[in-house]
């Protein structure tokens, strides 16, 4: 039942949390920080000032915009619109979840020879022509189902690639704000799929193509960002 779902969750957040206070430190004590509250502020606020961070954070955002949108009309187009049985909805939902795992895979294979940026930009241009043949294939009727189901799975996919490396460059530059970075990057990821979910709903016209249209729109969002932040990215930074 639906109620299974959220006590599944509550015994997940338990074990999390028995697991989290037997979980060592692991930082050295002369290189922990014992500042006020307000000073984590003040680094939360020269991060956002910083180009090469934020052009990361809002490439990783519109990729999670997209993901959201994915998550959040996937439902009502695979079962309401196709009228696929919640059990084969299942299968088409993950199915996406093995595209991340076998990008993460090879994303770890490639970086030796490819180095994160470039697996990064890489990631960033097949999202947008996935996100492109979505869009027109939910616009024009073509190839039905498969047609969301197939270029969805390039798109979700690229989570391998575009959420990891953005994360691990734009830590690169900041290797002593890394948890405040961290965080920052993790609150304007997920952040973004507030505003994805609801213009989704707001887009909302008894077919598909208002998911399509977020899932399309976030990626070249996530390409464009991308691009247009790569000379940024090796600009000095006001915390080094």
Not at 24 to 53: A, K
Not at 89 to 106: D, T
Not at 112 to 136: D, I, Q
Not at 173 to 190: D, K
Request: glycine share 12%; hydrophobic share 50%; aromatic share 16%.
């Amino acid at each position: 039942s639906w109620q299974g779902i959220f006590w599944s969750l509550a015994f997940v957040g338990l074990l999390t949390l028995v697991s989290f206070r037997s979980l060592p430190e692991s930082l050295p004590p002369e290189r922990r920080t014992r500042e006020p509250l307000n000073h984590t502020f003040r680094i939360y606020w020269q991060l956002v000032r910083d180009p090469r961070l934020i052009g990361y954070a809002l490439s990783g955002g519109f990729f999670y915009a997209g993901a959201y949108a994915f998550i959040v009309g996937t439902p009502f187009a695979y079962i309401d619109f196709y009228h696929v049985s919640p059990q084969i909805y299942g299968w088409l939902f993950g199915i996406n979840i093995l595209g991340m795992m076998i990008a993460n895979f090879a994303n770890g294979r490639l970086l030796s020879l490819m180095g994160s940026e470039r697996l990064f930009y890489r990631g960033a241009w097949v999202l947008a022509f996935a996100g492109v043949v979505l869009s027109v294939c939910v616009w024009f009727g073509w190839g039905g189902l498969w047609g969301l189901v197939v270029p969805i799975f390039f798109y979700m996919s690229m989570n391998g690639f575009i959420v990891a490396n953005s994360v691990a460059g734009a830590l690169a530059f900041f290797p002593q704000r890394a948890g405040s970075a961290s965080s920052l990057l993790g609150a304007m990821h997920y952040g973004s799929g507030i505003f994805s979910a609801a213009l989704v709903s707001w887009l909302s016209d008894g077919t598909p193509k208002g998911m399509a249209l977020v899932m399309g729109g976030a990626a070249i969002g996530c390409l464009l960002v991308a691009l247009i932040s790569k000379s940024t990215f090796q600009a000095p930074s006001a915390l080094e």
